[in-house]
T-cell receptor
Framework: KAGVTQTPRYLIKTRGQQVTLSCSPI?????VSWYQQTPGQGLQFLFE???????NKGNFPGRFSGRQFSNSRSEMNVSTLELGDSALYLC????????????FGPGTRLTVL | KNEVEQSPQNLTAQEGEFITINCSYS?????LHWLQQHPGGGIVSLFM???GKKKHGRLIATINIQEKHSSLHITASHPRDSAVYIC????????????FGKGTHLIIQP
């Protein structure tokens, strides 16, 4: 089985722009979660999608949003980028039977200038 | 909300040394994960445990539910073990039930 894939792997944007990141889960996994990783805060939960519905949301401003498509692929969007949004964004997929066993993608490294 | 603390934050050791990384959490959990992250970002799951001890090759993970503490041990460490090791405590529910430690940056020198 192919693993979780994320595109793009690297992205450079400037303040005020918006960005869309994409994640394709492991085949058969219907749950996709997104995390932000920064040196100071570590891994922080952004949101989780299951069957095209947002199931849980972390403590992030409304500038961070996401969606999931019928094929379980997911996108996250960050609008009005700030310098502090520079981070590694990881998505992970899991199966219904083991929701805490997350399979991570390689991440998208976002740099905001 | 669960608080997960890892120690040490940074660890540099010589090849062959026995390594221990510790993880403590504040609230009862149903499972604890140990994750490995190499430079470049990708995270892989090493162990998921809810009691006792698990072993995989040179890696051993233990958990003490009463003391709310887990350890990851690496025997006969090797430079390829250099990575960030992250523990994550799972309290139930969906992915929001996972609370991550800030990671231990391990460097094994030849």
């Amino acid at each position: 089985k192919a693993g979780v894939t994320q595109t793009p792997r690297y992205l450079i944007k400037t303040r005020g722009q918006q960005v869309t990141l994409s994640c394709s889960p492991i085949s058969g996994h219907r749950s996709v979660s997104w995390y932000q990783q920064t040196p100071g805060q570590g891994l922080q939960f952004l949101f989780e999608y299951f069957s095209e519905t947002q199931r849980n949301k972390g403590n992030f401003p409304g500038r961070f949003s996401g969606r999931q498509f019928s094929n379980s692929r997911s996108e996250m969007n960050v609008s009005t980028l700030e310098l502090g949004d520079s981070a590694l964004y990881l998505c992970a997929s899991s199966s219904l039977t083991s929701p805490n066993e997350q399979f991570f993608g390689p991440g998208t490294r976002l740099t905001v200038l | 909300k669960n608080e997960v603390e890892q120690s040490p934050q940074n660890l540099t050791a010589q090849e062959g040394e026995f390594i221990t990384i510790n993880c403590s959490y504040s609230v009862g959990i149903s499972a604890l994960h140990w994750l490995q992250q190499h430079p470049g970002g990708g995270i892989v799951s090493l162990f998921m445990l809810s009691s006792g001890k698990k072993k995989h090759g040179r890696l051993i993970a233990t958990i003490n539910i009463q003391e709310k503490h887990s350890s990851l041990h690496i025997t006969a460490s090797h430079p390829r073990d250099s990575a960030v090791y992250i523990c994550a405590a799972y309290s139930g529910g969906g992915a929001d039930g996972l609370t991550f430690g800030k990671g231990t940056h391990l460097i094994i020198q030849p």
